[in-house]
């Protein structure tokens, strides 16, 4: 009836079953290194769905096939730049495309990338005989609020001084949607593969902080959205549809999980403003991913960890 409202409720089920799901992405890394361990060369290949391709094809027509935003967090400039200095670097994106339909996840590809980027600056690291911390300041002279985060998460949790007995850290940083994001952590792992996380420490600088309260409550938001991704989620196809329908087969963190979230935050000025709502999901897999490593001595290359027989307690 022409002229009438009409209200239409979208379900969660309908949401899950028929809605648009993050690209399956997977990169593979290289690196070269002098005799003195001295990084000479960087290579990453990213393999995967393109959004665009699928939500906004006529961007890709326009940059000759190429999307983009699959390189957010490791562009050259803007507001998802890379924040390292490297003698020679080259990052490309292989397009493969699934009859599956990818979509806008928060905080879209910047997730993955600083999961590849910030993993294997730490696996650089242990080949070059070198702090983690200190092989990434090696390469940031030209980025110094990325720097400045990286220094503020360390500082915060303690980096140079021992952890407590049966606790192992882990860090990560990364430029996203024009603010400067690091984030360190302390956990423990049990015997049964069980994952404790005691605290994590969120630096950010978003240019200007406007209302501080509500930045912190959104950092430590973006912690439930990124360990949740990291440990659980997962949407798995079987005879042609989406088994999970609801949050009693599609996980996320639960209350007793979450573990405490001290926030930093630092005002670098500049003209941009940089967000806050999406940018620290990035480094939350990361840092906690490199504390897993030190804690075990595995890295965990596929996510969800449950899959891998890995448990948040």
């Not at 609020?145 to 998460?153: G, I, K």
């Not at 007793?256 to 897999?285: C, F, H, R, S, Y």
Request: proline residues 5%.
């Amino acid at each position: 009836m022409p002229g009438v409202p009409i209200k239409l409720i979208w379900t969660r089920e309908e949401d899950m079953t028929q809605g648009r799901y993050h690209p399956v992405m997977m990169a593979k890394m290289s690196a070269s290194f002098d005799d003195k361990k001295n990084l000479t060369s960087f290579h990453m290949r990213l393999c995967g769905q393109s959004i665009l391709h699928a939500v906004r094809p006529a961007i890709v027509a326009a940059n000759k096939g190429m999307d983009p935003l699959t390189f957010q967090g490791v562009f050259n400039t803007g507001e998802h730049a890379f924040g390292y200095h490297f003698p020679d670097y080259h990052i490309d994106h292989v397009m493969r495309n699934t009859h599956v339909p990818p979509g806008f996840w928060r905080g879209v590809n910047v997730n993955q990338n600083a999961i590849f980027m910030e993993c294997f600056m730490d696996e650089m690291a242990e080949i070059a005989g070198v702090d983690a911390v200190e092989f990434r300041r090696k390469y940031m002279d030209k980025y110094p609020r990325n720097l400045a985060v990286l220094n503020a998460a360390a500082e915060g949790i303690g980096w140079t001084k021992p952890a407590p007995a049966g606790v192992h850290r882990g860090i990560a940083q990364m430029k996203a949607f024009g603010s400067f994001v690091a984030a360190a952590c302390e956990l423990s792992v049990n015997k049964n593969n069980e994952v404790k996380i005691h605290r994590i420490v969120a630096a950010t600088d978003c240019g200007y902080a406007v209302n501080p309260a509500q930045i912190r409550r959104q950092v430590s938001g973006s912690f439930v959205y990124g360990l949740s991704a990291l440990f659980l989620e997962e949407c798995t196809v079987k005879n042609g549809r989406i088994e999970q329908t609801n949050f009693d087969t599609f996980n996320s963190l639960r209350l007793a999980q979450m573990p405490k979230v001290e926030t930093i935050i630092l005002e670098g000025g500049g003209p941009e403003w940089g967000g806050i709502g999406e940018p620290t999901i990035a480094v939350a897999a990361p840092a906690v991913l490199n504390a897993i490593y030190r804690a075990t001595g595995k890295r965990y290359r596929t996510i969800p960890l449950k899959n891998s027989g890995v448990k948040l307690v």
